[in-house]
């Protein structure tokens, strides 16, 4: 230390000599202490420049750590899609094969049937022959208003636990849950061949409701019934109502609830002008979904309770080509009648006759005009 002092102590005395002995000096000593002056400086944005270059090298690292979590983050959630589309695909494939196996037992077991038609022609017409002395005859048109009754009675009481359990968020909603149980568990079917005979009207046998759930379907008058068995213990004024003409007949539902009237027409997929459709939909190879509307009336229930439970179906109420979730009741009988008829005009002509059967009610042969007086009446009792 004393050594450095003694040092700088001699240079100050030397500048300062210099100073005064020889002022041309002065300019050099000055251009050295500016110098050493600089030489410090330039030292001083070295170190400054290290640091800065040292702080970018950390920003750097850190940037390329978080650039390449990211990228392993991306990676795994592609890596997560990839099998999920993977287990999507499979799924759909056990389907495919599954309704594959459905479709060649079905037809196997139409050849199977087709085959033995002919032996079996004589037990068919044995069990015709039985069913002529059936406890209940075969056509609700042709019995006495004991024996409707009686009839209409039994079907209720077969389906009551059913009508129990099914949904009553309103009365309202009670008909569109009855509407699409009906159509979930049933298809159209035409009478059998079996109970075919010269004693039933235009070969027409009227089943219970638990007849037609058991057989999984029936035809017009079959459906008909099933819906009024399920409705009438919850809705008074509910009543079978029917047109005929020189070729053909349909039977369906009505009822007036809270002020308002709905014809219920399971085989004619009708409730008051409203559509229930099957939206199906599938994904392509790529995930775009392909959507298809189909009417439930003519599918197995097998086939559509395969496609709700694995998520292939839902059921959409449309009308105008709109989905709805809600469906109006008529306050004019009249003019839900007319829509009725002309829904079926094709085959109903322009004056069919007209029947209504319930409980303690029979009338048939009836006019638009008599129908809708008759209706207004049962409704005021």
């Known amino acids: 230390m004393r050594k450095s002092l003694t040092v700088f102590l001699i240079v100050i005395t030397f500048l300062v000599i210099v100073y005064l002995v020889e002022i041309p000096y002065l300019d050099l000593v000055r251009a050295v202490i500016n110098d050493v002056i ?3 400086t330039n030292r001083r944005k070295v170190l400054e420049l290290q640091n800065e270059v040292e702080r970018l090298k950390s920003e750097n ?4 750590k978080d650039y390449e979590s990211q990228i392993n983050q991306l990676k795994m959630m592609y890596e997560a899609r990839i099998n999920q589309l993977q287990d999507e695909v499979n799924r759909l494939n056990t389907l495919n094969n599954m309704l594959r196996e459905n479709l060649t037992y079905y037809m196997d077991a139409l050849s199977k049937l087709s085959s033995e038609y002919s ?3 004589h037990e068919l017409v044995n069990l015709q022959n039985k069913l002529k002395s059936a406890v209940f005859p075969a056509e609700l048109f042709t019995m006495s208003q004991e024996e409707i009754n009686n009839f209409l009675i039994k079907s209720i009481n077969s389906v009551i636990n ?24 049933t298809y159209y079917q035409y009478d059998s061949i079996a109970i075919r005979s010269e004693n039933t009207i235009k070969s027409n046998y009227w089943k219970l409701a638990n007849e037609t759930l058991v057989d999984l379907g029936g035809d017009c008058e079959d459906l008909a019934v099933l819906v009024y068995s399920i409705i009438k213990p919850y809705i008074n004024n509910t009543y079978l109502i029917g047109w005929s003409s020189n070729v053909t007949g349909h039977v369906a539902v009505i009822t007036y609830v809270n002020g308002s009237w709905y014809i219920i027409d399971p085989a004619g997929d009708w409730l008051n002008g409203y559509t229930l459709l099957i939206r199906l939909t599938l994904k392509d190879r790529l995930g775009r979904e392909q959507v298809w509307w189909l009417s439930p009336t003519h599918i197995h229930p097998d086939i559509k309770k395969l496609g709700i439970q694995n998520s292939l179906f839902t059921y959409e109420w449309v009308r105008d080509n709109k989905t709805v979730t809600t469906v109006k009741g008529y ?11 002309n829904y079926w005009r094709e085959e109903a ?4 006759r007209l029947a209504l059967i319930g409980l ?5 042969d009836l006019t638009l005009n008599e129908l809708i007086q008759t209706l207004g009446m049962l409704v005021r009792k």
Do not use: A, H
């Open 38 to 40: 600089d030489s410090i």
């Open 61 to 64: 690292e850190m940037l390329r």
């Open 119 to 121: 032996v079996t022609q």
């Open 162 to 185: 059913i009508s129990k359990e099914l949904p009553k968020p309103s009365l309202e909603g009670f008909l569109m849950n009855v509407f699409e149980y009906v159509m979930n568990s």
């Open 331 to 341: 306050l004019d009988s009249k003019q839900l009648l007319q829509d009725w008829l």
């Open 349 to 352: 002509g322009d004056r069919p």
């Open 360 to 364: 303690d009610t029979f009338y048939k």
